[in-house]
């Protein structure tokens, strides 16, 4: 599966290589460049970002799932325990 952004994340991600390129190298990088370079990050780091996130979003809902039975336990037999109380 490709990993693939919006197109604005896409155009605020080139405009953000290209503003690290000119404050923390020697040299520039063009719109073209910086497009390559994106699809680079996205194709090789892209899916290992993309793996974590899917593992810690699993993770979290196995939680979640394993405090079900606490969160909405209904007591069962309880007609007799609460009628004797009224």
């Avoid at 793996?51 to 079900?68: F, G, I, K, P, W």
Wanted: glycine share 4%; aromatic share 10%.
């Amino acid at each position: 599966m490709a990993i693939e952004i919006s197109k604005e994340a896409h155009k605020t991600a080139l405009a953000s290589i290209q503003r690290y390129f000119a404050e923390n190298m020697d040299d520039e990088i063009g719109n073209l460049e910086a497009g390559a370079l994106l699809g680079f990050f996205l194709k090789e780091i892209g899916p290992a970002i993309y793996n974590q996130a899917v593992a810690d979003a699993q993770t979290r809902m196995q939680a979640r799932v394993m405090e079900l039975d606490i969160e909405i336990h209904e007591e069962e037999f309880q007609y007799w325990t609460q009628r004797k109380r009224k």
